[in-house]
């Protein structure tokens, strides 16, 4: 089970940190990442880890945006720095226990994944 946490409202220029608690299974070997969907838009990759600890990120928040595991707590976490308008959206976490060798593929591949979190909203105005 995942459960995100700490979406909210910020001005353009602020930062959020968001955090996926996962229960059930421990976060080593999962394909983990973040998602986002907008609304009237499709569901797309914020940022991924692979099972192997590479990283991939979205162009559009390459810079800004910084996603890290920490496996004793079981925790994901998204830092997001100078956050800009066209950040709003809802924030989705996901995890696959099988893993994943391509941070491309997991930051790519929705259908990857077999668990996701309900979702956090992210508003910057």
């Known amino acids: 089970q995942l459960v995100e946490s700490g979406g909210g409202s910020v001005q353009a220029g602020g930062s959020l940190r968001l955090s996926c608690a996962l229960s059930g299974n421990t976060l080593t070997d999962n394909c983990m990442g973040w998602f986002r969907q907008a609304p009237g838009k499709e569901r797309e990759g914020v940022a991924a880890v692979a099972s192997d600890g590479r990283v991939k990120y979205a162009a559009s928040v390459e810079g800004r945006f910084t996603i890290s595991k920490d496996n004793s707590k079981n925790i994901l976490t998204l830092q997001m720095t100078n956050l800009k308008s066209e950040d709003t959206a809802t924030y989705f976490c996901?995890?696959?226990?099988?893993?994943?060798?391509?941070?491309?593929?997991?930051?790519?591949?929705?259908?990857?994944?077999?668990?996701w979190g309900p979702g956090t909203q992210v508003t910057v105005s």
């Open positions: 996901a995890a696959e226990p099988t893993g994943c060798m391509s941070p491309v593929q997991a930051l790519g591949s929705l259908s990857l994944y077999g668990n």
